[in-house]
């Protein structure tokens, strides 16, 4: 079954660049699913931020949409977020993703990474 | 986008039955039949436990069951367990091309 592990800075300054990557193993990410990320606030519900297919098509959330690039490297069979100007309210934990298409199921889970942004 | 509307809360005795809404609108409960439900547990990612409405992957009790109704989706749990104690999380594609969450609901086994 698909693998998933994020991975990147936990910690990042306000203003800045949040950037994770995603490996993926025993899954080609040419062969089909949309690669995608979701987050989850501290004590919170979640969040579905984006995704990426294959080919390189985008779909994003509204309200994070401007600050949002989900790309994907073929030849590294990984993914990639960034979002750019964070603040304290983007702190949460990131989880990368495998979601069918018409985004019917998210079907495999990262273990996530914790991303808290502070000076 | 706003979130699918879910209960905060339920609980349930070992044995019972329970039943979790997920209410939307017709631009996503009520417009597609892409209303999946995922479980977490405290400190792990979620689990996919319904798709499609009502249908489990591979491996998922068939103590749960989905189904839904115009612009409210369900998942009941039957004869409940404790390990049933978890988050309950709904989700849904929408007319925007987005994926809408719930708000969750936290189940207790009493």
């Known amino acids: 079954q698909v693998q998933l592990q994020e991975s990147g800075p936990g910690l990042v300054k306000p203003s800045e660049t949040l950037s994770l990557t995603c490996a993926v193993s025993?899954?080609?990410?040419?062969?089909?699913?949309?690669w995608g990320w979701i987050r989850q606030p501290p004590g919170k519900g979640l969040e579905w931020i984006g995704c990426?297919?294959?080919?390189?098509?985008?779909y994003y959330n509204p309200s994070l949409r401007s600050r949002v690039t989900i790309s994907v490297d073929a030849s590294k069979n990984q993914f990639s977020l960034k979002l750019s100007s964070v603040t304290a309210a983007d702190t949460a934990m990131y989880y990368c993703?495998?979601?069918?298409?018409?985004?019917?199921?998210?079907?495999?889970w990262g273990q996530g990474t914790l991303v808290t942004v502070s000076s | 986008q706003s979130a699918l509307t879910q209960p905060a809360s339920v609980s349930g005795s070992p044995g019972q039955s329970i039943t979790i809404s997920c209410t939307g609108t017709s631009s996503d409960v009520g417009g597609y039949n892409y209303v999946s439900w995922y479980q977490q547990h405290p400190g792990k990612a979620p689990k996919l436990m319904i798709y499609?409405?009502?249908k489990r992957p591979s491996g998922v009790s068939n103590r749960f069951s989905g189904s839904k109704s115009d612009n409210t989706a369900s998942l009941t749990i039957s004869g409940l367990q404790a390990e049933d104690e978890a988050d309950y999380y709904c989700?849904?594609?929408?007319?925007?091309?987005?994926?809408?969450f719930g708000g969750g609901t936290k189940l207790t086994v009493l």
């Open positions: 025993a899954y080609s990410i040419s062969s089909g699913y949309y």
């Open positions: 990426v297919y294959h080919t390189g098509g985008t």
């Open positions: 993703a495998t979601i069918q298409l018409w985004f019917r199921s998210v079907d495999y």
């Open positions: 989700s849904s594609y929408t007319s925007s091309s987005t994926l809408i």
């Open positions: 499609d409405v009502s």
